[in-house]
């Protein structure tokens, strides 16, 4: 398997503009989680689903944030409007819940609004 | 949201040294305690875990101390080395639950 795959590793929009952050998890892995990643935030968790399932979507900060799983092998993150704090390194990882390897996290979308 | 308390912030470490960082939670319902390494560029992976059932686990020079009366666990880097320069982050989790600690950037000198 190719691991977590994000789509794109990097992206540049203006304010106000739609983005859209894409996720691929490893195959069989029951959980997905959706991470942001700031200097003075850390890791934040965003949202995760259980089997395709939104299970907790607490921390997504606004309205703005949207995320969906249509089914076992796809994620989306959507900001709409993007504003420039959103500017941050967007995660996803997958897991099968149990097994002791952990985590699997994607390389990560990096996020610029100007 | 921040569940996971870890520190410190930054740590600078002479090569051969021992690093230790701290991480404390409040929900006594995480049974899984995972430690992340993450190197620049790169999203997290995973360095070594501990379920609250035992109070100590090694991987060869890493090695995680838990002591569940405090709600607490640390990690040990033994030896240290350049190569272990990263970003470290302690979570706690429960049935799909992963919460992370703000992380600690080390610096290994050689």
């Known amino acids: 398997d190719a691991g977590v795959i994000q789509s794109p590793r990097h992206e540049v929009t203006e304010m106000g503009q739609e983005v859209t952050l894409r996720c691929k998890p490893i195959s069989g892995h029951d959980y997905l989680f959706w991470y942001r990643q700031t200097m003075m935030r850390g890791l934040e968790l965003l949202i995760y689903f259980n089997n395709n399932v939104p299970i907790d979507d607490s921390g997504m900060p606004e309205d703005r944030f949207s995320a969906k799983m249509p089914n076992a092998s796809f994620s989306t993150l959507k900001i709409q409007p993007s504003e420039p704090r959103d500017s941050a390194v967007y995660f996803c990882?997958?897991?099968?819940?149990?097994?002791?390897?952990?985590?699997?996290f994607g390389q990560g979308t990096r996020l610029t609004v100007v | 949201q921040q569940q996971v308390k870890q520190s410190p912030q930054s740590l600078i470490v002479q090569k051969g040294g021992i690093s230790i960082i701290n991480c404390a939670y409040e929900n006594t319902a995480f049974d899984y305690f995972p430690w992340y390494q993450q190197f620049p560029g790169k999203g997290p992976a995973l360095l070594i875990a501990i379920r609250p059932d035992v109070s100590e686990k090694k991987e060869g020079r890493f090695t995680i101390s838990f002591n569940k009366s405090a709600k607490q666990f640390s990690l040990h880097i033994m030896d240290s080395q350049p190569g272990d320069s990263a970003t470290y982050f302690c979570a706690a989790s429960t049935y799909g639950d992963m919460r992370f600690g703000a992380g600690t950037r080390l610096t290994v000198k050689p």
């Open positions: 990882a997958s897991v099968v819940w149990g097994r002791e390897e952990g985590a699997f």
